[in-house]
């Protein structure tokens, strides 16, 4: 599997004035091929609520999560950040939602 890289919810940065991407996804499968990994940054106020799809991966029915919310931009060093670990029920097709401005990283085992 190849990792894979998804961009949605585009807006216009107000400094250039070009699309600018507000929830952004990357994933990677470890070398065995037994956990894949998923970060997704939101860099939107809201939160948003989206469908994930594991292709050619069928998960545990449980997936770990690392998150870091920041109550904005300028914050994500300070100590208003946010910092939480829990799990979700996964499966290849589940939805979840992301806190606005965050990064989460999820993993995967099968």
Known sequence: MVPVSYDSLVSRDAVTNTNVSLLTAISSLSADGK???LMVINRDTAAHSETIQL??????PTAFVYAMRAQGLQDALSATTDYQTFSVAASANFSHTFAGY???FMRFDR
């Open 35 to 37: 956990h894949l990994y």
């Open 55 to 60: 292709k050619n991966f069928v998960p545990l």
């Open 102 to 104: 965050s990064i989460t």
